[in-house]
Nanobody
Framework: QVQLVESGGGSVQAGGSLRLSCAGT????????MGWFRQAPGKEREGVAH????????YYTDSLKGRFTISRDNAKNTLYLQMNMLQPEDTAMYYC????????????????????WGQGTQVTVSS
């Protein structure tokens, strides 16, 4: 049974940092692209970043470059998202996802191209 379990969310003040983790089991973690997505209330789910099965390259949505860093540890079957300089507009439910189809980077920011999903972890940033 495939499971993706996110952790590390919470409430922080603007300017703070959080590190999200996503543990994947029940499938070949190292054989899949992994992505982070987020969804704020009333908004569509949007791609944050993705990373190739081997750990490089990584790709970010333009607006988050420089503040967020995606990484993975295939030995631990774990995906990470380091988030720095958080702003209130970063408030959302954050999801990790796994996909196996090789696509162009922009297409891998689209949620419909991922097969497995976690339940999400809430990030709340106050001003």
């Amino acid at each position: 049974q495939v499971q993706l379990v996110e952790s590390g969310g919470g409430s922080v003040q603007a300017g703070g940092s959080l590190r999200l983790s996503c543990a994947g089991t029940g499938y070949s973690f190292s054989g899949h692209y992994m992505g982070w997505f987020r969804q704020a209330p009333g908004k569509e789910r949007e791609g944050v970043a993705h990373i190739s099965p081997g750990g490089s390259p990584a790709y970010y949505t333009d607006s988050l470059k420089g503040r967020f860093t995606i990484s993975r540890d295939n030995a631990k079957n774990t995906l990470y998202l380091q988030m720095n300089m958080l702003q209130p507009e970063d408030t959302a439910m954050y999801y990790c996802a796994a996909g196996s189809t090789i696509l162009a980077p922009l297409w891998l920011l689209r949620p419909e191209n991922y097969k497995y999903w976690g339940q999400g972890t809430q990030v709340t940033v106050s001003s």
